[in-house]
């Protein structure tokens, strides 16, 4: 059973802070990752991808990759109470032309003003 | 460019029913996939359309069914409707599918089986 974990919530932040949401996988042929946010009520937005070892930045977001470990992360860096939603993990095998994502459970993040 | 859509948004259908949800991609895309969203399970694959072609499939009975027409749009379908079936129902678009391509969600549909 291929599986996407994240760690456990919710994840409480003041303003202004860092947070950081951590996911790790089973399968180790996985080859794209990605980050959806989802306020409740809404579909799944996606905010970031990574596909190689290492950090990718995008304004307040960075996603972190390490394949050797099986891990992926997000930092949003200074943290706004409109970031207050479900973050999801999601993982992409890397054979053929499957797109199947496996997504993790989520992780509510609160962010206190 | 206009998003992912489906319709309708909400539906609410009783037990042993079936239900015909409707999906359309992102201009130029060309995959579209299905998944189920309930609190207990989170977000589960369905199946990948692309081409009208089904080329993916998860776990799910043969009640839950799809297929694509030739403008990328897509249907679903559930037959036999159980009380389990109440969730969101949500399909993403992405450009050619494969593990490089985004994947796109639309607004999702809701269904409630009473």
């Known amino acids: 059973q291929k599986e996407v974990e994240q760690n456990s919530g919710p994840l409480s932040v003041p303003e202004g802070a860092i947070a950081s949401l951590n996911c790790t996988y089973s399968?180790?042929?996985?080859?794209?990752f990605f980050w959806y946010r989802q306020y409740s009520g809404k579909s799944p937005e996606l905010i970031m991808s990574?596909?190689?070892?290492g950090d990718k930045e995008d304004g307040r977001f960075t996603a972190q990759l390490n394949k050797a470990s099986q891990y992926v992360s997000l930092l949003i860096r200074d943290s706004q109470p409109s970031d207050s939603a479900t973050y999801l993990c999601?993982?992409?095998?890397?054979?053929?032309?499957?797109?199947?994502?496996?997504f993790g459970k989520g992780i509510t993040l609160s962010v206190r003003p | 460019k206009a998003g992912v859509t489906q319709t309708p948004r909400y539906l609410i259908k009783t037990r042993g029913q079936q239900v015909t949800l409707s999906c359309s991609p992102i201009?130029?895309?060309?995959?579209v996939s299905w998944y189920q969203q309930t609190p207990g399970q989170g977000l589960q694959f369905l199946f990948e359309?692309?081409?009208?072609?089904?080329?993916n499939k998860g776990n799910f009975p043969g009640r839950f069914s799809g297929r694509q027409f030739s403008n990328s749009r897509s249907e679903m379908n559930v037959s036999t409707l159980e009380l389990g079936d109440s969730a969101l129902y949500l399909c993403?678009?992405?450009?050619?599918?494969?593990?490089?391509?985004?994947?796109?969600f639309g607004p999702g549909t809701r269904l409630t089986v009473t």
């Open positions: 993403a678009s992405s450009l050619e599918g494969g593990t490089l391509y985004e994947q796109y």
């Open positions: 399968d180790r042929v996985s080859q794209s």
């Open positions: 990574i596909y190689s070892n």
């Open positions: 999601a993982v992409s095998p890397g054979s053929g032309a499957n797109s199947k994502l496996t």
């Open positions: 201009s130029g895309h060309r995959s």
């Open positions: 359309y692309f081409s009208e072609t089904q080329r």
